[in-house]
């Protein structure tokens, strides 16, 4: 059995690429999905805070705008966000954790030390701190999320660095010469590589989480950017009549945060079914 | 001696710890290229007000200057005062704590004792209706955002069932003050009013913030039962025909919870992430609501003296989790 | 003498993602009491299973039973009630001697409170196993007087298996302790309920080389002291000349021949014994190899399976599996061309 159906097997993994593919979808072809695409910036104050009908099916918030449209569009910055914040992270922090854990000595163990402070305290509580500094707007949270979470890459790929060293397949190359370049690059990453996928994937979902969390606590882009997060602390106010302005956000972001998560143990199950299925962190 | 040695470098480590973290919050707000002082006084700030607020605060030194007078206030305890409430930030802090801390641990002691048992039930019997109906719960509970969860059982039991208060922390005076844990403190007074006012409107946030927390503990005890179930030495009682309860309660159960306590630590750092913003749906007094409230009012040297205090509860309690670890864990410390 | 254990064509397999893996094909063994039986074969020969399904311990889930029975003092194991086996059969009449003696403690309880259990359900002086019947297990009291003479059993037998200060060793973790003092207590542990037989799966494979032949050693004199049978899985037919009465021989999940020892290496009957006591180093230090592969048990070769790698093999040894060939003397073998010869 080829290992793409093996894959796709595993129902909750292919209802995670199902999710994403949905998000995707969504952000991509926001304008032709959309309703009312012009909603994004618009308001129409005679319409505000209508239920869900036939014009509006996830109805309208406090100005007016369709929700629909607003949440098909907030799926651009969910997806900006997750991706440019991960992989910014993931970017950083993977060569460093590999450089660190190759060569070792005090100024790795300082890095590491480093690592380890910003890794003490939740990623919100400093991405708080930064993104208040900044001022509101996605750049800054993205920012903020970039700098909270490479010393968790640096960290895992370093102590994988570091216990991958001891093998004997790596001790060889080196006494064979290779240059300490290929052997992190062509020796090192490609064997740590799917713990790195894995971790991704989850990190994902819990970034889109957090930098909802920022957007709810209005440290996210001001309005009328229609970030999820922000939506529903919008929707605050007026509950508990007009229900659907908090649902539907809410409901977005669980859904792309399960298809995350469904995605990360999909693949965590697919790439290596004996890793010890305890620890996930992010 | 093991033990007493990763305790001692522990503590060694603490100090320098909390020194980084109050340093690194430093340089994120005086080094990132943002006037903080434009920020706060707004768009409109003539450059006159903006040199005065830079005096007044103490921007216009030199930046170690700064960073120095910063330890010096932070080891004081003065962090300065806060905009809205115009008294010492600290104050402020210590005096919001005990609600937090009371909304917390209610909230572990919540999802471990709701966790545990179905994590161990979801293992023992895998792949069963239950086993995926606690898996699709779990996986649901840490897919949902924090906040929404908050508004939606407030939505649910508030404002359509009335069956639970819709915020704050008590109604009424409450009982006379002495830790600060309204719960302890009724029991104290034989306040039974006051309790079950305490009890009520601790209800809904508590649920709100154990439910992601129940999640991965319902993940990790079961995959900690799952890797002890396939161990060579449950085989080997059961092939001496110890009897299953013996096995499974007295024996896989410990192994499991002594995986699950090392994972304390990283849970009570989530519910402190989600705490921030579960305060604030419910009004509850704690430091939370004091970041979100900084957070409106720019006022950045709040903003600053929480992330400190928050850094330093969880140092503080990774520490202890770690020493109570090395303790149940005859292997040794980590 | 009617044996103490008697499996009688024992078939299983186990369901795996690729197939169902016939890993045992209507094996037969029988062990007399007080006798010591190797069982020799290569790794994944199926000797580990069978020493799982006498005991009952097989993984749950994915293997199945698929024939045969397993005669002990009268009962069929395989169709007994599972309480009663797990009472008064498993840890009692019949124990276990595991290969791995480190993962085979749980490493977060003493050693003595692991034996102390064992004794608490399973010691001589039991006769009804403590608690009252509706409460769980794991509740259940340990009666003082008895704790107290299960205890000086224990310390008893830590002294016969050679083990030094038996008091301060119980208090200690499995991690404190060396292979060779751990699997002492593993034979302890086994011997303490007072077995009619004692099943121990390659008990050597784990210890150091120099540990091996003491550990052997002391398995076959508290058998023989005892009047215990023991059931010894092992690749090593050093170990199976040292120290066992008779010899089993399997491979691929079939059971090929079985002889008393002198009869064993002196005379074997079956092609794949005479290559196996072949392959073993010359004195000079050459090794022979059998050529071939064991074959993969989702679709085995029928009847014999080792007629691929068999010079004597013919259509015959194809189409269906040899009977069994009484040579005389315990000593049988299935084999449609066996080796004869005279001793």
């Given at each position: 059995?080829?290992?793409?159906?093996?894959?796709?097997?595993?129902?909750?993994?292919?209802?995670?690429?199902?999710?994403?593919?949905?998000?995707?979808?969504?952000?991509?072809?926001?304008?032709?999905?959309?309703?009312?695409?012009?909603?994004?910036?618009?308001?129409?104050?005679?319409?505000?805070?209508?239920?869900?009908?036939?014009?509006?099916?996830?109805?309208?918030?406090?100005?007016?705008?369709?929700?629909?449209?607003?949440?098909?569009?907030?799926?651009?910055?969910?997806?900006?966000?997750?991706?440019?914040?991960?992989?910014?992270?993931?970017?950083?922090?993977?060569?460093?954790?590999?450089?660190a854990?190759?060569?070792?000595?005090?100024?790795?163990?300082?890095?590491?030390?480093?690592?380890?402070?910003?890794?003490?305290?939740?990623?919100?509580?400093?991405?708080?701190?930064?993104?208040?500094?900044?001022?509101?707007?996605?750049?800054?949270?993205?920012?903020?999320?970039?700098?909270?979470?490479?010393?968790?890459?640096?960290?895992?790929?370093?102590?994988?660095?570091?216990?991958?060293?001891?093998?004997?397949?790596?001790?060889?190359?080196?006494?064979?010469?290779?240059?300490?370049?290929?052997?992190?690059?062509?020796?090192?990453?490609?064997?740590?590589?799917?713990?790195?996928?894995?971790?991704?994937?989850?990190?994902?979902?819990?970034?889109?989480?957090?930098?909802?969390?920022?957007?709810?606590?209005g440290?996210?882009?001001?309005?009328?950017?229609?970030?999820?997060?922000?939506?529903?602390?919008?929707?605050?106010?007026?509950?508990?009549?007009?229900?659907?302005?908090?649902?539907?956000?809410?409901?977005?972001?669980?859904?792309?945060?399960?298809?995350?998560?469904?995605?990360?143990?999909?693949?965590?199950?697919?790439?290596?079914?004996?890793?010890?299925?305890?620890?996930?962190?992010? | 001696?093991r033990?007493?040695?990763?305790?001692?470098?522990?503590?060694?480590?603490?100090?320098?710890?909390?020194?980084?973290?109050?340093?690194?919050?430093?340089?994120?707000?005086?080094?990132?290229?943002?006037?903080?002082?434009?920020?706060?006084?707004?768009?409109?700030?003539?450059?006159?007000?903006?040199?005065?607020?830079?005096?007044?605060?103490?921007?216009?030194?030199?930046?170690?200057?700064?960073?120095?007078?910063?330890?010096?206030?932070?080891?004081?305890?003065?962090?300065?005062?806060?905009?809205?409430?115009?008294?010492?930030?600290?104050?402020?802090?210590?005096?919001?704590?005990?609600?937090?801390?009371?909304?917390t641990?209610?909230?572990?002691?919540?999802?471990?004792?709701v966790?545990?048992?179905?994590?161990?039930?979801?293992?023992l019997?895998?792949?069963?209706?239950?086993?995926?109906?606690?898996?699709?719960?779990?996986?649901?509970?840490?897919?949902?955002?924090?906040?929404?969860?908050?508004?939606?059982?407030?939505?649910?039991?508030?404002?359509?069932?009335?069956?639970?208060?819709?915020?704050?922390?008590?109604?009424?005076?409450?009982?006379?003050?002495?830790?600060?844990?309204?719960?302890?403190?009724?029991?104290?007074d034989?306040?039974?009013?006051?309790?079950?006012?305490?009890?009520?409107?601790?209800?809904?946030?508590?649920?709100?913030?154990?439910?992601?927390?129940?999640?991965?503990?319902?993940?990790?005890?079961?995959?900690?039962?799952?890797?002890?179930?396939?161990?060579?030495?449950?085989?080997?009682?059961?092939?001496?025909?110890?009897?299953?309860?013996?096995?499974?309660?007295?024996?896989?159960?410990?192994?499991?919870?002594?995986?699950?306590?090392?994972?304390?630590?990283?849970?009570?750092?989530?519910?402190?992430?989600?705490?921030?913003?579960?305060?604030?749906?419910?009004?509850?007094?704690?430091?939370?609501?004091?970041?979100?409230?900084?957070?409106?009012?720019?006022?950045?040297?709040a903003?600053i003296?929480?992330?400190?205090?928050?850094?330093?509860?969880?140092?503080?309690?990774?520490?202890?989790?770690?020493?109570?670890?090395?303790?149940?864990?005859p292997r040794?410390?980590? | 003498?009617?044996?103490?254990?008697?499996?009688?064509?024992?078939?299983?397999?186990?369901?795996?993602?690729?197939?169902?893996?016939?890993?045992?094909?209507?094996?037969?063994?029988?062990?007399?009491?007080?006798?010591?039986?190797?069982?020799?074969?290569?790794?994944?020969?199926?000797?580990?299973?069978?020493?799982?399904?006498?005991?009952?311990?097989?993984p749950?889930?994915?293997?199945?039973i698929?024939?045969?029975?397993?005669?002990?003092?009268?009962?069929?194991?395989?169709?007994?009630?599972?309480?009663?086996?797990?009472?008064?059969?498993?840890?009692?009449?019949?124990?276990?001697?595991?290969?791995?003696?480190?993962?085979?403690?749980?490493?977060?309880?003493?050693?003595?409170?692991?034996?102390?259990?064992?004794?608490?359900?399973?010691?001589?002086g039991?006769?009804?196993?403590?608690?009252?019947?509706?409460?769980?297990?794991?509740?259940?009291?340990?009666?003082?007087d008895?704790k107290?003479?299960?205890?000086?059993?224990?310390?008893?037998?830590?002294?016969?298996?050679?083990?030094?200060?038996?008091?301060?060793l119980?208090?200690?973790?499995?991690?404190?302790?060396?292979g060779?003092?751990?699997?002492?207590?593993?034979?302890?542990?086994?011997?303490?309920?007072?077995?009619?037989?004692?099943?121990?799966?390659?008990?050597?494979?784990?210890?150091?080389?120099?540990?091996?032949?003491?550990?052997?050693?002391?398995?076959?004199?508290?058998?023989?002291?005892r009047?215990?049978?023991?059931?010894?899985?092992?690749?090593?037919?050093?170990?199976?000349?040292?120290?066992?009465?008779?010899?089993?021989?399997?491979?691929?999940?079939q059971?090929?021949?079985?002889?008393?020892?002198?009869?064993?290496?002196?005379?074997?009957?079956?092609?794949?014994?005479?290559?196996?006591?072949?392959?073993?180093?010359?004195?000079?230090?050459?090794?022979?190899?059998?050529?071939?592969?064991?074959?993969?048990?989702?679709?085995?070769?029928?009847?014999?399976?080792?007629?691929?790698?068999?010079?004597?093999?013919?259509?015959?040894?194809?189409?269906?599996?040899?009977?069994?060939?009484?040579?005389?003397?315990?000593?049988?073998?299935?084999?449609?061309?066996?080796?004869?010869?005279?001793?």
């Amino acid at each position: 059995m080829s290992d793409f159906r093996r894959f796709t097997r595993d129902r909750a993994a292919a209802l995670g690429m199902a999710l994403l593919l949905a998000l995707v979808v969504a952000a991509v072809f926001a304008p032709i999905l959309a309703p009312f695409p012009a909603d994004v910036a618009d308001f129409h104050t005679a319409n505000r805070l209508h239920a869900p009908d036939a014009a509006n099916w996830l109805g309208t918030d406090r100005m007016g705008s369709d929700l629909l449209s607003r949440i098909l569009f907030g799926a651009r910055i969910t997806i900006t966000i997750a991706f440019v914040a991960v992989g910014s992270a993931v970017m950083i922090g993977v060569p460093i954790g590999l450089v660190a854990g190759y060569y070792g000595g005090w100024p790795s163990n300082l890095l590491m030390r480093v690592s380890d402070i910003f890794l003490a305290v939740p990623q919100i509580v400093l991405a708080i701190a930064i993104a208040q500094t900044l001022g509101p707007s996605i750049e800054n949270v993205i920012l903020a999320l970039s700098i909270t979470y490479w010393p968790f890459w640096a960290r895992l790929v370093f102590a994988e660095t570091r216990s991958l060293k001891n093998e004997v397949f790596i001790e060889s190359a080196i006494a064979l010469g290779v240059s300490p370049l290929r052997i992190m690059t062509l020796h090192v990453l490609p064997n740590i590589a799917s713990s790195i996928i894995v971790r991704t994937s989850i990190g994902m979902g819990a970034t889109i989480l957090t930098a909802a969390a920022l957007g709810f606590l209005g440290l996210g882009a001001p309005p009328p950017t229609p970030e999820w997060g922000r939506m529903i602390a919008e929707s605050r106010e007026f509950l508990p009549e007009a229900w659907w302005y908090a649902t539907a956000p809410g409901i977005a972001i669980f859904m792309v945060v399960m298809g995350f998560n469904l995605l990360g143990d999909g693949l965590r199950d697919f790439l290596d079914p004996r890793i010890r299925r305890g620890a996930s962190g992010k | 001696m093991r033990r007493l040695e990763m305790i001692v470098s522990r503590l060694a480590w603490f100090v320098p710890t909390l020194a980084g973290l109050v340093v690194i919050v430093f340089l994120i707000s005086n080094v990132i290229p943002t006037d903080p002082v434009r920020v706060l006084l707004g768009e409109n700030a003539t450059a006159a007000q903006i040199e005065a607020m830079r005096v007044k605060l103490g921007y216009d030194q030199p930046l170690p200057v700064q960073l120095l007078r910063h330890f010096q206030d932070v080891l004081s305890g003065n962090l300065g005062i806060s905009i809205y409430s115009q008294r010492p930030i600290s104050e402020d802090l210590a005096q919001r704590l005990p609600a937090t801390l009371e909304l917390t641990l209610v909230a572990i002691a919540l999802s471990i004792v709701v966790g545990i048992p179905l994590g161990v039930m979801s293992a023992l019997k895998r792949n069963s209706f239950w086993d995926h109906v606690v898996r699709v719960i779990s996986v649901s509970g840490l897919a949902i955002a924090a906040f929404w969860l908050a508004m939606l059982l407030q939505f649910l039991f508030s404002m359509k069932l009335g069956t639970a208060p819709l915020n704050g922390r008590i109604d009424g005076f409450g009982p006379a003050p002495v830790t600060g844990f309204l719960i302890v403190d009724s029991l104290l007074d034989w306040d039974m009013e006051s309790l079950g006012s305490a009890l009520s409107h601790i209800a809904l946030p508590a649920l709100t913030l154990a439910l992601p927390a129940a999640a991965t503990i319902v993940r990790f005890t079961r995959a900690g039962v799952l890797d002890v179930i396939n161990s060579n030495h449950v085989l080997y009682q059961r092939a001496m025909g110890l009897p299953g309860s013996v096995v499974v309660w007295k024996y896989v159960l410990r192994n499991a919870l002594i995986s699950t306590v090392t994972q304390i630590g990283l849970i009570f750092g989530v519910l402190v992430t989600n705490a921030v913003v579960v305060e604030t749906v419910f009004d509850w007094p704690g430091i939370g609501t004091f970041a979100v409230q900084s957070i409106l009012q720019s006022d950045h040297k709040a903003i600053i003296g929480f992330t400190i205090w928050i850094g330093a509860l969880i140092v503080i309690v990774n520490l202890l989790v770690d020493i109570v670890h090395s303790f149940i864990d005859p292997r040794g410390a980590r | 003498m009617t044996a103490l254990l008697a499996v009688e064509e024992l078939s299983l397999g186990f369901a795996t993602e690729a197939g169902f893996a016939s890993v045992l094909d209507r094996v037969s063994l029988s062990i007399e009491r007080g006798r010591v039986m190797g069982l020799v074969g290569e790794s994944g020969c199926g000797k580990t299973t069978l020493a799982r399904a006498i005991l009952g311990v097989l993984p749950q889930g994915s293997a199945r039973i698929t024939g045969g029975r397993v005669w002990f003092r009268g009962t069929d194991l395989l169709t007994a009630d599972p309480a009663v086996i797990n009472r008064t059969v498993r840890g009692r009449a019949i124990t276990f001697v595991p290969q791995d003696p480190f993962t085979s403690f749980n490493p977060v309880f003493t050693v003595g409170e692991q034996i102390m259990d064992i004794l608490k359900w399973k010691s001589p002086g039991a006769r009804r196993p403590p608690g009252r019947g509706w409460l769980p297990a794991v509740v259940a009291r340990y009666p003082s007087d008895r704790k107290r003479a299960d205890h000086d059993a224990v310390l008893e037998l830590l002294d016969a298996v050679q083990l030094p200060r038996p008091r301060q060793l119980l208090r200690k973790y499995p991690h404190e302790l060396s292979g060779g003092q751990r699997q002492r207590l593993m034979i302890a542990m086994a011997l303490l309920p007072g077995p009619d037989l004692v099943i121990a799966d390659e008990p050597t494979t784990a210890l150091d080389v120099t540990i091996q032949a003491q550990i052997l050693g002391l398995i076959r004199r508290l058998a023989t002291e005892r009047h215990v049978a023991v059931l010894l899985t092992t690749h090593d037919l050093g170990a199976a000349y040292e120290i066992c009465d008779a010899v089993n021989v399997m491979y691929a999940g079939q059971d090929v021949e079985s002889a008393p020892v002198d009869r064993f290496f002196a005379a074997p009957a079956h092609p794949y014994t005479t290559k196996l006591l072949a392959s073993l180093p010359d004195a000079d230090g050459t090794a022979n190899g059998i050529p071939g592969e064991v074959p993969a048990l989702i679709a085995p070769p029928g009847g014999c399976r080792f007629h691929p790698r068999c010079e004597r093999a013919d259509g015959l040894c194809r189409d269906a599996r040899p009977p069994v060939d009484q040579l005389g003397g315990g000593h049988w073998v299935r084999c449609y061309h066996p080796h004869r010869e005279a001793l």
